[in-house]
Protein backbone atom coordinates (compact mmCIF):
# COMPACT_ATOMS: atom_id res chain seq x y z
CA UNK A 1 0.00 0.00 0.00
CA UNK A 2 0.77 3.46 -0.89
CA UNK A 3 1.50 5.93 2.40
CA UNK A 4 2.97 8.99 3.92
CA UNK A 5 6.35 8.39 4.53
CA UNK A 6 7.57 11.06 7.91
CA UNK A 7 10.88 11.31 9.58
CA UNK A 8 12.11 10.82 12.45
CA UNK A 9 9.29 9.29 14.31
CA UNK A 10 10.53 10.92 17.36
CA UNK A 11 12.67 13.71 18.10
CA UNK A 12 13.82 15.01 21.63
CA UNK A 13 15.91 18.37 21.32
CA UNK A 14 17.12 20.99 23.54
CA UNK A 15 15.72 24.62 23.43
CA UNK A 16 17.41 26.85 20.78
CA UNK A 17 18.23 23.31 18.44
CA UNK A 18 16.87 23.44 14.62
CA UNK A 19 14.32 21.06 14.37
CA UNK A 20 13.74 19.78 10.44
CA UNK A 21 10.94 17.35 9.98
CA UNK A 22 10.85 15.57 6.67
CA UNK A 23 7.89 14.18 4.77
CA UNK A 24 7.40 11.98 1.57
CA UNK A 25 3.88 12.29 0.11
CA UNK A 26 2.08 9.29 -1.51
CA UNK A 27 3.05 9.23 -5.12
CA UNK A 28 1.37 11.11 -7.96
CA UNK A 29 -0.65 13.10 -5.33
CA UNK A 30 -0.36 17.12 -5.47
CA UNK A 31 -1.52 18.59 -2.45
CA UNK A 32 0.09 18.36 1.20
CA UNK A 33 -0.42 19.76 4.62
CA UNK A 34 0.91 19.64 7.69
CA UNK A 35 -0.48 19.74 10.78
CA UNK A 36 -0.05 20.63 14.88
CA UNK A 37 -1.35 18.60 17.35
CA UNK A 38 -1.17 19.09 21.31
CA UNK A 39 -2.43 17.43 23.86
CA UNK A 40 -4.72 20.60 24.38
CA UNK A 41 -5.41 21.45 21.33
CA UNK A 42 -6.71 19.47 18.29
CA UNK A 43 -5.10 19.11 14.88
CA UNK A 44 -4.02 22.83 13.58
CA UNK A 45 -3.40 23.34 10.05
CA UNK A 46 0.45 24.87 9.91
CA UNK A 47 0.69 25.01 6.19
CA UNK A 48 -0.23 23.69 2.54
CA UNK A 49 1.11 23.13 -0.43
CA UNK A 50 -0.28 22.75 -4.15
CA UNK A 51 1.96 21.29 -6.63
CA UNK A 52 4.81 22.50 -4.47
CA UNK A 53 3.82 25.90 -3.89
CA UNK A 54 2.61 27.28 -0.68
CA UNK A 55 -1.21 28.07 -0.98
CA UNK A 56 -1.86 28.99 2.92
CA UNK A 57 0.77 29.10 5.45
CA UNK A 58 -0.63 31.44 8.20
CA UNK A 59 -1.01 29.11 10.89
CA UNK A 60 2.29 28.60 11.33
CA UNK A 61 4.40 30.95 13.18
CA UNK A 62 6.60 32.76 10.75
CA UNK A 63 9.57 33.50 12.72
CA UNK A 64 10.92 30.33 13.60
CA UNK A 65 8.94 27.98 11.32
CA UNK A 66 9.51 27.28 7.70
CA UNK A 67 7.83 24.78 5.34
CA UNK A 68 9.43 24.00 1.73
CA UNK A 69 8.70 21.32 -0.88
CA UNK A 70 12.27 21.20 -2.39
CA UNK A 71 10.67 18.32 -4.71
CA UNK A 72 7.27 16.53 -5.30
CA UNK A 73 8.59 13.60 -3.16
CA UNK A 74 10.06 15.46 -0.39
CA UNK A 75 7.94 18.68 2.01
CA UNK A 76 9.96 19.62 5.00
CA UNK A 77 8.78 21.16 8.02
CA UNK A 78 11.85 23.13 10.03
CA UNK A 79 12.09 24.87 13.25
CA UNK A 80 15.02 27.20 14.52
CA UNK A 81 15.18 28.26 17.06
CA UNK A 82 12.98 26.08 18.61
CA UNK A 83 11.03 26.56 21.94
CA UNK A 84 9.72 23.90 24.38
CA UNK A 85 6.32 25.34 23.31
CA UNK A 86 6.88 23.53 20.02
CA UNK A 87 6.86 20.13 21.64
CA UNK A 88 3.40 18.31 19.75
CA UNK A 89 3.04 15.65 17.00
CA UNK A 90 3.81 16.89 13.76
CA UNK A 91 1.94 14.83 10.85
CA UNK A 92 2.18 15.64 6.85
CA UNK A 93 -0.74 14.49 4.75
CA UNK A 94 -1.01 14.57 1.02
CA UNK A 95 -3.76 14.11 -1.05
CA UNK A 96 -4.48 13.70 -5.21
CA UNK A 97 -5.95 17.36 -5.33
CA UNK A 98 -9.35 16.55 -5.55
CA UNK A 99 -11.74 18.42 -3.35
CA UNK A 100 -13.39 15.35 -2.08
CA UNK A 101 -11.20 13.66 -1.76
CA UNK A 102 -9.50 12.04 1.39
CA UNK A 103 -5.91 12.93 2.68
CA UNK A 104 -3.27 10.38 3.47
CA UNK A 105 -1.64 10.94 6.95
CA UNK A 106 1.81 9.86 7.80
CA UNK A 107 2.36 8.32 11.47
CA UNK A 108 3.41 12.03 12.91
CA UNK A 109 7.07 12.81 14.24
CA UNK A 110 6.70 12.93 18.24
CA UNK A 111 8.76 16.21 18.81
CA UNK A 112 9.83 17.15 22.52
CA UNK A 113 11.75 20.20 23.16
CA UNK A 114 13.45 20.47 26.55
CA UNK B 1 -14.71 31.76 16.42
CA UNK B 2 -13.06 28.56 14.70
CA UNK B 3 -13.50 27.56 11.46
CA UNK B 4 -14.73 23.80 12.89
CA UNK B 5 -16.24 23.23 16.09
CA UNK B 6 -17.09 20.25 17.96
CA UNK B 7 -18.43 19.34 21.28
CA UNK B 8 -15.62 17.43 22.63
CA UNK B 9 -17.25 15.30 24.74
CA UNK B 10 -15.94 13.13 26.52
CA UNK B 11 -18.96 10.62 25.77
CA UNK B 12 -18.98 7.67 27.46
CA UNK B 13 -21.61 4.84 26.39
CA UNK B 14 -22.48 1.46 27.52
CA UNK B 15 -21.58 -1.39 24.64
CA UNK B 16 -24.80 -1.51 22.16
CA UNK B 17 -25.49 2.29 23.23
CA UNK B 18 -26.62 5.24 20.35
CA UNK B 19 -24.00 8.08 20.36
CA UNK B 20 -24.34 11.13 17.67
CA UNK B 21 -21.87 13.36 17.45
CA UNK B 22 -22.16 17.31 16.07
CA UNK B 23 -19.60 19.61 14.42
CA UNK B 24 -20.45 23.22 12.58
CA UNK B 25 -18.66 25.04 10.29
CA UNK B 26 -18.31 28.82 9.98
CA UNK B 27 -17.21 28.88 5.97
CA UNK B 28 -20.28 29.00 3.87
CA UNK B 29 -18.19 28.23 0.70
CA UNK B 30 -17.10 24.86 1.96
CA UNK B 31 -17.16 22.06 -0.54
CA UNK B 32 -16.63 18.48 0.58
CA UNK B 33 -17.30 16.85 3.96
CA UNK B 34 -15.69 13.92 6.24
CA UNK B 35 -15.42 12.29 9.58
CA UNK B 36 -12.36 11.09 10.75
CA UNK B 37 -11.35 8.37 12.99
CA UNK B 38 -8.00 8.92 15.19
CA UNK B 39 -6.80 5.96 18.11
CA UNK B 40 -4.77 7.22 20.78
CA UNK B 41 -2.36 10.10 19.02
CA UNK B 42 -1.81 7.86 15.96
CA UNK B 43 -2.85 8.92 12.31
CA UNK B 44 -6.61 10.02 11.52
CA UNK B 45 -7.49 7.76 9.39
CA UNK B 46 -11.15 8.27 7.41
CA UNK B 47 -14.17 7.17 8.87
CA UNK B 48 -16.60 8.29 5.78
CA UNK B 49 -17.20 11.23 3.30
CA UNK B 50 -20.57 13.05 3.95
CA UNK B 51 -23.10 13.52 1.47
CA UNK B 52 -25.97 15.96 1.37
CA UNK B 53 -28.32 12.89 0.86
CA UNK B 54 -27.02 11.87 4.00
CA UNK B 55 -25.21 8.39 4.04
CA UNK B 56 -24.92 5.06 6.06
CA UNK B 57 -22.05 2.72 6.12
CA UNK B 58 -23.42 -0.22 8.49
CA UNK B 59 -23.44 0.82 12.26
CA UNK B 60 -22.57 5.03 11.11
CA UNK B 61 -24.92 7.19 9.14
CA UNK B 62 -23.50 10.57 8.12
CA UNK B 63 -25.56 13.59 7.94
CA UNK B 64 -25.12 17.35 6.17
CA UNK B 65 -27.31 20.09 7.16
CA UNK B 66 -25.99 23.26 4.39
CA UNK B 67 -28.28 25.62 5.41
CA UNK B 68 -27.98 24.71 8.90
CA UNK B 69 -23.99 24.50 8.27
CA UNK B 70 -23.72 21.54 10.20
CA UNK B 71 -22.64 17.86 9.92
CA UNK B 72 -23.80 14.77 12.20
CA UNK B 73 -22.15 11.18 12.74
CA UNK B 74 -24.58 8.53 14.51
CA UNK B 75 -23.00 5.61 15.78
CA UNK B 76 -25.63 2.73 16.33
CA UNK B 77 -25.04 -0.12 18.22
CA UNK B 78 -21.69 0.61 20.11
CA UNK B 79 -18.72 -1.55 20.20
CA UNK B 80 -15.82 -1.40 22.43
CA UNK B 81 -13.37 -0.97 19.60
CA UNK B 82 -15.43 2.13 18.49
CA UNK B 83 -13.44 4.04 20.91
CA UNK B 84 -11.58 6.80 19.35
CA UNK B 85 -11.50 10.17 19.31
CA UNK B 86 -13.84 11.40 15.97
CA UNK B 87 -12.60 14.21 13.49
CA UNK B 88 -15.00 16.70 11.41
CA UNK B 89 -13.25 17.81 8.64
CA UNK B 90 -14.25 20.43 5.87
CA UNK B 91 -12.26 21.16 2.55
CA UNK B 92 -12.80 24.60 1.07
CA UNK B 93 -13.01 24.71 -2.92
CA UNK B 94 -9.16 25.51 -2.86
CA UNK B 95 -8.60 21.79 -1.40
CA UNK B 96 -8.12 23.41 1.98
CA UNK B 97 -8.94 20.88 4.94
CA UNK B 98 -9.76 22.07 8.02
CA UNK B 99 -10.34 19.74 11.15
CA UNK B 100 -12.18 20.16 14.39
CA UNK B 101 -10.69 19.73 17.89
CA UNK B 102 -12.81 16.07 17.30
CA UNK B 103 -14.69 14.35 20.04
CA UNK B 104 -13.68 11.39 22.58
CA UNK B 105 -15.72 8.16 23.02
CA UNK B 106 -15.06 5.71 25.17
CA UNK B 107 -17.43 3.01 24.62
CA UNK B 108 -17.44 0.57 28.24
CA UNK B 109 -18.94 -2.98 28.97
Known amino acids: DARVTQTPRHKVTEMGQEVTMRCQPI?????VFWYRQTMMQGLELLAYFRNRAPLDDSGMPKDRFSAEMPDATLATLKIQPSEPRDSAVYFC????????????FGSGTQLSVL | RKEVEQDPGPFNVPEGATVAFNCTYS??????FFWYRQDCRKEPKLLMS???SGNEDGRFTAQLNRASQYISLLIRDSKLSDSATYLCVVNTNAGKSTFGDGTTLTVKP
Open chain 2, 50 to 52: VYS
Open chain 2, 27 to 32: NSASQS
Open chain 1, 93 to 104: ASGPGQVREKLF
Open chain 1, 27 to 31: LGHNT
